[in-house]
């Protein structure tokens, strides 16, 4: 016979139910809590505008796994701004693959974990880099511009192999009349085994 | 051979483990935060609605605990006027100055007082580095809330503030937090 005890000194014994359960209680910790007490969980965080004539769509941030590690892709948050025309509607796209990027400027991941000093090993790019190659839309949305971000909780759902890319795509209504800006961000970080 | 798990009250009943080989458990599960507060250690700042400036910092809460984390759970923004808004971590050592806000315990069994100092319409900080920049809408019936489930950690002296970039003339931000052991 075994019986589980507390090893507190309370003579705490565990209860099994009469459905043969085994009662217990957990803290539920999430995968991105977890690795941020490591010091292992980023934002990628970055910007595209549109200017007045374009239309075309653009990237707003791409992100290249460089590390022999794959990784996970936690919440989206997307918005679309402008200041004189609240009412347009712009096309915001997510893509997965691996594609290459040139050009862009150069975004630096932050660490989540304010006191750690990990550096994440990957490429970020935002203002509409330049992409070389194919990959595949996972989601399309519109989104009305100076509404409240969106936000596309994916928990870890997206997971990168080495050299995969992930990137966010904005594309401006065809009447825009000034310059639209489309911000956006996420949470990543090393898939861990459990 | 493996041992079998036997019910502690004497009622006789034993644990399964199915043809899955999963042990059969009832668990009750709590977050991180509900934890927390159960040791009176989560927190709810707020600040009470001004007639903002453009670029104002909001509501800024900073960690005084030497000994604990403070892990920021969720933010819950509204305001008056559609504005890009960016939530930031100062790099640079500062005092807080503005308009005092008390952190709510939200264990009201508790008497602990957060370690931190937040302060609305903070105006002594310099914006470091950029967790999140996004946007809210114009007096949206529901606040907009971001949720990072206490991934983001501040350490002793470290902060987070929230800045509306637009003008208008009420915000409203509500920042929650819990402490934690440094691990």
């Known amino acids: ?194 | 051979m493996g041992v079998t798990i036997d019910d502690g009250t004497g009622a006789g009943n034993v644990a399964i483990v199915d043809a899955t080989n999963l042990l059969g458990v009832r668990a009750v599960i709590e977050t991180e935060l509900v934890e927390a507060s159960e040791m009176g250690d989560a927190y709810s700042w707020s600040n009470v609605s001004y007639d903002y400036a453009a670029a104002d910092t909001i509501l800024l809460v900073q960690n005084t605990s030497v000994i604990q984390n403070m892990r920021i759970d969720s933010f819950y923004i509204q305001g008056s006027t559609a504005t890009e808004i960016v939530i930031h971590c100062p790099t640079v050592t500062f005092v807080p100055a503005g308009t005092a806000v008390t952190g709510t315990n939200m264990n009201r069994t508790s008497g602990k007082a957060a370690s931190a100092v937040a302060k609305a319409n903070e105006t002594n900080n310099t914006q470091g580095v950029v967790i999140f920049r996004g946007a809210i809408a114009a007096a949206p019936s529901d606040p907009y809330v971001i949720d990072l489930g206490g991934t983001l950690i501040l350490g002793y002296g470290q902060s987070v503030g929230v800045d509306f970039v637009s003008d208008g003339s009420a915000c409203r931000v509500t920042i929650i937090g819990h402490f934690s052991r440094v691990s």
């Open chain 1, 1 to 194: 016979m075994t019986v589980l005890k507390d090893g507190t000194g309370t003579g705490n014994l565990a209860k099994v139910g009469e459905h043969n359960d085994l009662h217990t209680r957990s803290i539920t910790v999430s995968e991105l809590s977890y690795v941020s007490e490591q010091g292992n969980a980023f934002q990628a965080e970055g910007e595209a505008v549109i200017l007045a004539t374009a239309s075309g769509e653009q990237t707003v941030l791409i992100l290249i796994n460089d590390g022999t590690e794959s990784l996970e892709i936690g919440n989206i948050f997307i918005s679309v701004r402008t200041e004189s025309d609240a009412t347009k509607i712009t096309v915001v796209k997510l893509y997965l693959g691996s594609v290459t990027a040139t050009g862009g400027t150069i975004k630096n991941s932050i660490n989540l974990n304010t006191g750690a000093v990990n550096v994440a090993d990957v490429t970020l790019l935002d203002h509409n880099p330049t992409i070389a190659g194919t990959d595949y839309m996972i989601m399309e949305s519109y989104f009305q511009i100076g509404q409240n971000s969106l936000t596309v909780p994916f928990d870890g759902g997206i997971v990168l192999q080495t050299k995969g890319s992930f990137r966010v795509t904005v594309k401006g209504a065809a009447a825009v009349t000034a310059g639209l800006t489309c911000d956006t961000s996420f949470q990543f970080w090393p898939e861990i085994e459990v």
